[in-house]
């Protein structure tokens, strides 16, 4: 019975160091971006951003006028790069006043999604890096958590992060329209 005990405490201790193996390849180490199975639990904070609820939101939208940056990733057959437009399979919602920037919030990005995300930053708040964004996605989806940490490296400075998204917005009786991703520009096609 002593031998089975042991035996069961090892082959606990290596499925436990399996799992640790396995989350820390969800991670990029060199960038600290999440790079795999992006709908998992998140942390509390997010680095260069300020972790904010549905009632923050409305909020930051009605006194600060932030800008609402939807990050969910496009569903479908992702964008056509001859035409810069986006195949999606079906209807996305998102929160009022929002600009869904598809697949920004990935772990690890072309060159051409870089530029896209860059490019439709500057242009929506017309280069003022101070602007308040607040990024979002569904809950528990790391997408948003890339997308702030990678506006903050832009030098983006008043970023939030909503990581309830458009569930947590939902669940607390907010509305829900229609969204149509933004396309991807010719500047930013040519430089992909």
């Known amino acids: ?13 290596m499925l436990a160091a399996q799992g640790l193996t396995h989350a820390a390849d969800n ?14 639990p998140v942390p509390e904070g997010v680095p260069g951003g300020a972790r904010v609820d549905s009632e923050a939101v409305k909020r930051l939208v009605s006194e600060k006028s932030a800008l609402l940056i939807d990050v969910m990733p496009s569903n479908g057959a992702g964008l056509d790069t001859a035409s ?20 920004v919030g990935a772990g690890a990005l072309t060159p051409l ?6 490019d439709e ?21 790391w997408m948003s958590w890339n997308a702030t940490k990678r506006a903050s490296e832009y030098g983006y400075t008043t970023l939030y992060w909503f990581p309830e998204g458009t569930d947590g917005w939902r669940d607390w009786e907010g509305p829900l ?3 149509t991703p933004v ?10």
């Open 1 to 13: 019975m002593r031998l089975s005990s042991r035996c069961w405490l090892l082959v606990a201790a």
């Open 27 to 40: 991670f990029d180490p060199a960038t600290g971006y999440r790079i795999s199975r992006y709908r998992a």
């Open 84 to 103: 810069g437009r986006w195949r999606m399979l079906r209807q996305h919602e998102h929160i009022p006043g929002s600009t869904w920037l598809p697949d």
């Open 113 to 118: 999604m870089e530029s896209y995300f860059r």
């Open 121 to 141: 930053l500057a242009r929506l708040t017309q280069g003022d890096r101070a602007r308040a964004l607040v990024f979002y996605c569904q809950a528990d989806c």
């Open 177 to 179: 329209v229609p969204a």
């Open 183 to 192: 396309p991807v520009a010719g500047a930013a096609l040519d430089r992909g």
